[in-house]
Every structure is written in structure tokens, then in C-alpha cells.
Nanobody, 126 residues
Framework: QVPLVESGGGSVQAGGSLRLSCLAS????????MCWFRQVPGKEREGVAA???????NYADSVKGRFTVSKDYAGNTLYLQMNSLKPEDTAMYYC????????????????????WGQGTQVIVSS
């Protein structure tokens, strides 16, 4: 299990912004895939935004144009810039990563990722 550590969650009013970070200290070389997921109680974990080691990205329709996934030059810190936040964005946000991709990986399905962080809470009030 590779440790992933998220930070940056918090409370914000609708229309505001937050930036989440995920430190993945062992994902520094070779080809890898990283993804932000979110989950609310009673619902399945939802893939939000993914990025691979080459910088290719994928987004859920619900966040396109509002969220941006990126990574630092070293490639071991993942970011999620969230703008124009809505109350429906309220969830626990998780960082996930894997070295070996499957169909589920780029489709942002939870089964496509092997390593997970503990999550950071985002609350958006109306």
C-alpha cells in the first residue's frame, strides 16, 4: 500500500473555490494514473477528475469547466482546483493512484485504482 495524503478540504460558500492537494511520494517515475474521487453517505464513490503521468486528463461531466486536475513537475503531488463550487459538490474527496491501468482506470471507476488516501472533507453551503 502506497501512502497518499490529502489536504486542502474545508467549508466554503457556493461560488467559492478550494484547492485540494494529494502527496503521493512514491509515484515519481514510470507511468502512473491518479484520480480524485468523491463520496457522500449512502452513495457510491464517484470519479471526478483523472490525470496520467503524461498529463492527459479526464473529467466527470458534472465538474467540467469548474474543476482542474494537475500535478507538480516532480509528479508526486496531485492537485484539484475547484472553482464555482456548488452545494452538490459537498462530499468526502479521496485521492487514488495506480501504476497499472485497466479499462476501469481511465473510466474513473474505483476498482481501477490500487492506492487510496484517507480523504478530505469539502462542504459547500448555499
Amino acid at each position: 500500500q502506497v501512502p497518499l495524503v490529502e489536504s486542502g478540504g474545508g467549508s466554503v460558500q457556493a461560488g467559492g473555490s478550494l484547492r485540494l492537494s494529494c502527496l503521493a511520494s512514491e509515484y515519481t517515475h514510470s507511468r502512473y494514473f491518479m484520480c480524485w474521487f468523491r463520496q457522500v453517505p449512502g452513495k457510491e464513490r464517484e470519479g471526478v477528475a483523472a490525470i496520467d503521468s503524461e498529463g492527459n486528463t479526464n473529467y466527470a461531466d458534472s465538474v467540467k469547466g469548474r474543476f482542474t486536475v494537475s500535478k507538480d513537475y516532480a509528479g508526486n503531488t496531485l492537485y484539484l482546483q475547484m472553482n464555482s463550487l456548488k452545494p452538490e459538490d459537498t462530499a468526502m474527496y479521496y485521492c487514488a493512484a495506480t501504476w497499472e491501468a485497466t479499462v476501469a482506470t481511465w473510466s474513473m471507476e474505483a476498482e481501477g485504482y490500487n492506492d487510496w488516501g484517507q480523504g478530505t472533507q469539502v462542504i459547500v453551503s448555499s
